[in-house]
């Protein structure tokens, strides 16, 4: 069997490596959820970056199994994981979505409402 190349050796080693840190990551951003509350929304917007990487290459089961081995399940079901890769998202385009100090719960269930209004008055939410 011919061996792989040097380069594509240190390639995987560098995922594998960026995997675990963007999951040990996770665990220091749920934790900073709770001690800062003025910051919430921006590390749910953190959290959300650090899914869409972890996500990356992998099926959505294995993925969601994955995260929950890393988060406390009850905190962060298939859909809560979901939605904080679209508040990411949303929050990439619209910065000052960041730093709104909107609930979590109420952000989640009127999401569209926020794209909405985020739409709306693109010139405020781009900075």
């Known amino acids: 069997m011919q061996e792989r190349p040097a380069y594509f050796q240190t390639t995987v080693y560098r995922v594998r490596r960026l995997n675990s840190e963007q999951a040990e990551q996770l ?6 959820i709770y001690s800062n509350s003025r910051q919430k929304t921006y590390h749910y917007c953190l959290i959300g970056r650090n899914l869409s990487v972890l996500k990356k290459g992998k099926k959505r089961k294995k993925f969601i199994e994955y995260v929950q081995s890393y988060l406390p399940a009850e905190q962060h079901s298939r859909c809560q994981i979901y939605f904080l890769m679209d508040l990411y998202d949303l929050a990439t385009t619209y910065n000052r979505l960041m730093y709104v100090t ?6 989640k269930s009127k999401f569209r ?11 405020f939410w781009k900075m």
């Open 102 to 107: 909107l609930g979590i719960g109420i952000m």
């Open 27 to 32: 665990k220091e951003f749920n934790a900073a």
């Open 113 to 123: 409402l926020v794209k909405q209004t985020v739409r709306e008055d693109e010139a």
